[in-house]
C-alpha cells in the first residue's frame, strides 16, 4: 500500500533553520519521492519501507534539536501527482 506524508517541523529555538534543512536533506537523500513547498515537505512511498524510514529519521532530529514540535499526515494513497482542478 502507498502512502503520502505531509510534514511540518517546527524546531522551539532561535536558531531554527538548521534543524528544518537537515531534516528535510535526510529526506531528500532516501529513495523516496520528496516534493517542497514553503510550509511543508511531502514524502511518497510505499507504507512499511516508509515508516521504517521515517521512524528512524524522525528520532535523528528529535535527538538533535532540544524542543521542537513535527505535525504530520498520512494519506492512504499516493497524492504525489494531484493538481487542483479549480
Known amino acids: 500500500m502507498n502512502i503520502s ?3 511540518t517541523l517546527m524546531p522551539l529555538q532561535t536558531d531554527f533553520e538548521p534543524p528544518i534543512i537537515d ?3 535526510a529526506l531528500r537523500d532516501s529513495e523516496f519521492r520528496v516534493l ?3 510550509l511543508s515537505t511531502q514524502i ?3 507504507y512499511d519501507a516508509l515508516m521504517l524510514f521515517l521512524t528512524a529519521t524522525i ?3 528529535f535527538n538533535d534539536i532540544e ?3 513535527l505535525n ?3 494519506v492512504k ?3 504525489s501527482d494531484y493538481e487542483p482542478h479549480f
Open 5 to 7: 506524508v505531509e510534514f
Open 23 to 25: 531534516f528535510i536533506k
Open 36 to 38: 517542497e513547498n514553503p
Open 44 to 46: 511518497y512511498g510505499e
Open 59 to 61: 528520532k535523528t532530529s
Open 67 to 69: 524542543n521542537v514540535v
Open 72 to 74: 504530520m499526515k498520512i
Open 77 to 79: 494513497s499516493d497524492r
